[in-house]
Structure formats: structure tokens, C-alpha cells
């Protein structure tokens, strides 16, 4: 019987002039045209759904095997059965990098690329053919619990980060699946929330990073969202999918829906979803055929409901990035855990920990110090395995008392106390503080490091943080933690804090008392070594805030009009794009610390702004010089603004960025340009991108409020 069924597949393989192993070359679409009319429907709507938890169905009798697919963002997910449940097995640890918004907070593209190089060759020695991720949905508020995942508030950085990541994940021969389209902003209510948008607004604040992982990285595959937009589910959207992802952005890749975000076939079918994937955890045995696109499709097509070209256009799509993917020629053998994907994690992380202040207490000199404190829960938790599916089994992971001990071995004393415990009481514990207080009596120095964890115990339970399917009540400091640190100052002043999170805590309350803080994310498995650099001054430290820090969540725009979560699962996004900065900038509200913000040990002056223009774009030129005593890295933001605008603009728009690593006392004249067509808006009366004639300054600076250079160009 196996001898008969090799046979025929030999034959039909023959036919169409390919073989498994060598199988067909990405152009030539006869040969794909030819698998395609030898398949029966059936077979056709096999690829279209999920057979496995990450794995998509393919077709035996013809050798095609399914699309392989890992979570998630910030490294290979450890390998499990078709039931979610992780694999025990000791070969699939792997390289955790810092999360998402730690890599855009390094503003530095070319390492988006290192990155995703990483991700690409580990999922590729999985043998994984698209990567989840990166997720580029925009941080809108504070406390989604996923914005630990994603890049920025702004599209800009957003897109560029993000394609740096694309390129780096794709140059390895894996697709990157770019997600969640679109308007996926919180947690809450994922799965059924309707989101109102605005067309400006979806155009200039939503769409931007889905449409350079496009036009600018080729992203082969794409991930609808679980939402509804504008009532319909994202990942079927007539709207979001045929008429801009296809028709306007030309998208001919994969559209993946997120884990069971199909709710109606016909849509499906019509609408764009190629591969249906998710598992139905409440299922004994899983019934792959009851999806939505597997035997009700095939009925609708054979009951004539449904052309069946529509399914052809999506095996098509499938076939050619199987194609594309198992072609790919590596010149080298994928691995990982090799020590330059551990190298990436550590530059990720020591660009990426950003410094909020320094009361000229860093960095810490190594001689003068003989006994520190660290205290608090997060400078002995490991991250990587919590957050939801973004979860990684992390070959090792280096946690901050971890990398003090390293760093500092036997030169200095180093104690510990825990401080606090995260439980769902949230409560102070006044044993551990006093435990705290009697050690940081006699210490030279203490090192606080708490902030927010993903989850404690189920995550589905609603137990979460930063994490999936839950969102924060409030950034305030759990666990008694703002009591503690201003316990710990009362006994030592010289206190450092570093705050760990995938987004801002409330400061107000504490932040005073605290010579120096650091925001470092969740910083991955060197996250530990990465951070006593930056304390001791290895590393001069580079990371800028990719959101906004205010004090408190009901400061953000979407909380200051009501529309955060939403009501009966409605949320319409009434601030329009007033997102982040772009609020607090044009209404004059004063954050914490604003957009693009960051400390460095050295100084840096910005000198002689030049502007000019051609047909396509105004070039700017400008002298950068560190002026300090110390290498350093310093990231140039160029914004602009209207003048006397007559339209609906935000006062100030990020529209160019780069990061210039400088020795001491040097300087560098540093080009940059902007592309005249990216200063349009778009009008929600013509529906259209439109160019406003008039003046337009050019503000450079290396925050959205630390603007040190000027000049006007008119269009
Ligand atoms: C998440 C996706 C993830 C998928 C597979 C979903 O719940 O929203 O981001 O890729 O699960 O794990």
C-alpha cells in the first residue's frame, strides 16, 4: 500500500515537473498552477487550516507539507504538542531577546535587523517556516498588557523598527508573520471588541508599521487581529484586508488569522483569510475539519455559494511561500544558542535600558563602593517563560543580582533582600521591609529592581500584568513597592531604582526620593549582565522612551475621553491621532518624561542646521559632537511641525531618527533626510493623502521636547 501511494506521488510529482525535495522555484507559477488544478477541493482546503496547534495542514498525496509556525516575538517558543502543552524535551531552550519595546527603545535600526536576524536562524534551526511576530500594534494606552511586545506609540519608530526586524527575520528563509491588523490596542475584550476609527487616523497612526512591513521588508505573511473594526473581525475585514492590504498595498503574502479569529466562512472565504489557525483548548479531540475553513467551505463551494477560484488565489498564496521558504538556499548551517544571538541580546539590552535620572550618583565606581544592597523581587525573577504565548525557554537567563554577582565577584559585598512579593493581595509586606531596611542601614549603595511581572498564576484568570488576554487597572507600583523604595531612601540616600515592565509606573509618589532611575523593560537573558554595565559604567548608556511616561494612565488620551477599554464591547478611538506625544505635545500637558527621552553619561551638542530640498525630499545636515569624556551614543530625532496649520495635525510629528555613536570630544556632521511625500496628511474630507502648502519647521532635538536646532522649508 506505501509502495502504491509513493508511486503516485512520484508520478504526479513528475507531472508537474517538481519532486519534494526539489521542489519548485518561486517563479514559476505554471508549475503552481499545475499542483493547484491536480489537487481535488478537499485537498485545496486542507492548507487553508490548522492541523496542529502551529502547524497548518498540507497535502501527503503530493508532498506538501504544512506551514510551521512559531510564537513569538522575542524568540522561538519552546515545542509543544497539538494541545499547547509544552513539550519535555531539552533541545528546544534558545536565545531570549530583550521583548519588542526594549528593541525600540534602542532607536537603532540596524540592530532591528541583528535581531531579527536571530529570530529568523533559530526559527530556522527549529525548523519553523514563519516566526510570529513582531508585533507593531500601537501603544495607545499604558495599560494594555501586551504593549510589552510592541514598539512605540509612534508609527514611525514603529515601522522602522519593525522592518529592520522583518528583513533580519526573512534574510534567514523564514517568513515573519507581522501582527495584529490592525487596531488591536488592548486585551481586554480581544476577541469581541468593535473599534471605531477614523480614516485619518487609521491611515496616519495605525496602518504605517503594517504598511512599510509591507512595501519596505516584502513581510511575507500577516496576522489579523481578534477584534472587529468597524464591525467586522479583523482578520475577514472586506475592508482591511481586500481593499488596503491587497488592492491598495499590494500585498500578495499570507494572511494568517490570529488563534481562532475566524468567526464566519463565507467571509473567510471572501475576505481574505488564507490560513485559519487556532486550537479550541475546550475540545477533547480536536475536529480540524469543523473550522471554519475546512468542510462548511468546501460545501459552500460545492453548493456553488462560493467560486472556487476564490480558494485557488489562497492555495496559491500558500504554495508560494512554501516555495519561497523550503528553497531557500542558507549558506551557512541554521543553529541556536550560538554566543553572537546571546551577544545580540546583550547589545539589545544595554541600548534599550533607558535612564530617566541621575542625581550624579552613576555610574557607580567600583573601588570607592564595599557593600551594596539589592532588594526587590524583580533582581531575582526570570521572565522569559510568562506573558502569554509570547513565552520563551530561555537557554539561560541572566537575572540583575545574577549580573552584579558576574560583574562584580568577590571585589565588593553584595546582599540581597527580597523586599516584596507579588500576590494578588497586593499588599506590603512589612517583615521583608524591615529585613530591607536593617541591610540597606549598612550598605554604601542600594539597588532597587521592581516594577511589574508578567502574571501571577493563571493568566487567563485575568491574573496578569504584562501579558495577554489582560490589561492593567492602573500603572500604580504594586506590592508595596512605593513604600518601600521611600522606606529605603529615609535609611540610605544613595538609592538607585530600575523600574522592570512593558510599560511606565506611576513616579510621583517616589521618584523624589530615588537618586537615579532606570526603565529596562524586560531585557531578556542578558538583561542581568546588560544592567550592571550600565550601573559601573561599562556601557554609556543610549536607550530613549518609545512612549510617553506620565504619571498616571488617566493622563492619556484615551483614558481622558472615556474610551479605554471601551463599552458593551464598543471603543471608538475619539481621540483620533492625538496618540502619545502627539497629545501631550499639542495640548501642552507635561509628562513625566516625555517621547524620545533618555540619559546619557556624556553630553552632546547639536550644532548648524542646513536645510534644502529637491522634488522629493528636504536633506538636513547638522553637527553632532560629544562634548563629554566618554564614548557614547546619542539618538538624533528630527520632528516637525506645521505652521499655522489649517487641518487636523498633531503639533509635532517624529519623521526622522538615527542613532550616532560618538567618541569623547568628537563630532560628526550627520545627514538625514525626510521624504516631502511623508509630511502629508491624510483628510478624512477628500479621503486622500494631501500636502498642506505653507511653512514647515524642522525641529531637531533628542526628545520630543528637547529641541536644540531649527529651521523652516517651504512647500
Ligand atoms: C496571540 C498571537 C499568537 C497566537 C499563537 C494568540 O493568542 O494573540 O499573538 O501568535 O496566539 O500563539
Redesign the pocket.
Known sequence: MKLIKLLLKILILTMVGCTSNKSIDTNREQDIDNLISSMTLKEKMNLLHASGS?QSGGIERLGIEGLIMS??PHGIRHENGNDYVKDSIDTDSVTYLPTGITLSSTWNKELGEEFGKVLGAEAKARGKDII?GP?VNIIRSPLCGRNFEYLSEDPHLSAKMGVGYIKGVQSQGVSACV??YVANNQEVNRGTVNVNVDEQTLREIYLPAFKAAIEEANAYSI?GA?NRFRSEFCSHNDYLVNEILRKEMGFDGLMIS??GAVHDTKQALENGTDIE?GTDLKMDIIDYNKFYLADSAIAMVENGLIDEALVDDKVRRILKLVFKIRDFKRTEEAKTNLPQHQQVALQVAEEGIVLLKNEEILPLRKASIKKILVVGDNATRKHAEEG??SQVKALYEVTPLQGLNNYLGDDVSIDYAQGYIPTLENKANEQLILEALNKAELADVVIYVGGWIHNIGDMWKGKAYDC?AGDKANIDLLFGQQELINRLAEVNGNLVVTIVGGSNVSMSGWMDNAKAILHAWYPGMEGGTALSNILFGEVCPSGKLPMTFADSHEEYPAHVIGEFPGENDEVTYNEGILVGYRYFDTKHIEPVFPFGFGLSYTTFSFQDLQLNKNQDNIRLNFILENTGSIDGAEVVQVYVHKKDTKVNRATKELKAFDKIKLTANSKQQVNMQIPISDLQYFSNESNRWELEPGEYEILVGNSSRDIFLKGTIAL
Do not use: I, T, V
Open positions: 502551529f510564537d513569538g510570529l508585533g501582527k495584529h496576522m481578534y490570529d488563534w489557525m502569554g504565548s495577554e
